[in-house]
């Protein structure tokens, strides 16, 4: 796949380009400050762009505001987030319209090369990635009205997993569960969220992005 880098650490731009470049991946440029992100978005239109959240030249939330602004004239371009800590305030802004092709992973994380590459896949196939630490975070202020309420412990544990972007196999894995039993939570999800079968392509989507929406931070 193509990939656009967009990270001021120039040690670690270039590790993530030798990484990805040695797994097969082209790179079609590679930015260190938030002024080159969207133009470079824009002229390649990769099929997914690597990004740190916060670069020069103020460190706050240049690669956030680079990505919505290319993300006007390329509405379903994946990205994929770093960011050197959990940031409730700006996952909820990256959230707030949708998950779909987005992820958001700590940046010890891409020393972890198969989390990372299985991550930059979920992104590029329209799911989500999100850092088991981003989701503890978001977890911690969910609102109390909201339709998480109705899941079982369990239950939320499940749809947890599934927004960190992991299927039934690894949530299964994770859980010390038979997979038949992850299904089964995944239905009962499926049903206590109001996602009928009519929308059988993409209820789990729809899924991870209720829950999403309820524990953005108030």
């Known amino acids: 796949m193509r990939v656009v880098i967009a990270e001021d650490n120039t040690l670690l731009r270039e590790g993530l380009a030798a990484l990805l470049g040695g797994a097969g991946h082209e790179i079609c440029a590679t930015v260190r400050d938030g002024d080159g992100l969207a133009p470079a978005l824009l002229c390649h239109r990769p099929d997914v762009a690597v990004v740190d959240i916060r670069m020069p030249p103020t460190y706050r939330d240049e690669g956030v505001r680079g990505v919505a602004e290319a993300r006007r004239l390329i509405p379903r371009l994946p990205v994929l987030f770093l960011s050197q800590s959990v940031d409730r305030l700006v996952a909820g802004e990256l959230l707030s319209n949708g998950a779909s092709g987005v992820g958001y992973l700590l940046k010890d ?19 989500t990635a999100l850092d088991p630490e981003v989701v503890g975070e978001l977890m911690a202020w969910c609102r109390g009205d909201q339709p998480l309420e109705l899941l079982t412990p369990r239950e939320r544990q499940v749809l947890a997993l599934m927004a960190e972007g992991h299927h039934n196999t690894g949530i299964a894995e994770r859980l010390r569960l038979a997979e038949s039993s992850v299904g089964k939570y995944v239905g009962n999800i499926f049903g206590k969220l109001g996602l009928g079968p009519e929308e059988a392509g993409h209820r789990r989507v729809l899924a991870v992005l209720t829950y999403l929406e309820a524990v953005q931070p108030a």
């Open 109 to 127: 994380r891409v020393g972890r090369v198969e989390d990372f590459l299985g991550a930059l896949w979920r992104v590029v196939e329209g799911g």
